[in-house]
């Protein structure tokens, strides 16, 4: 099987070209893989989410 990755700068006419693409014997449309987040993502949205706890010391910290 052979795999083609066309890049769409113009997302009008992306219904168009699924409807012309899947009209032809044999083509299939793969949908897009979701991204693992990483560590650095993950802290983010704890940051965003308001997870995250301040300390004014490391010893506050180990006392809480």
């Known amino acids: 099987m052979e795999q083609l990755i066309i890049n769409i700068e113009d997302r009008s006419i992306l219904p168009s070209l699924k409807k012309i693409l899947n009209a032809l014997d044999g083509v ?33 910290m180990f006392k809480a």
């Open 28 to 60: 299939s449309i793969a949908k897009k893989a979701g991204r693992k987040k990483n560590g650095l993502d993950k802290a983010l949205d704890d940051v965003r989410e308001g997870r995250v706890n301040q300390y004014d010391s490391a010893e506050e």
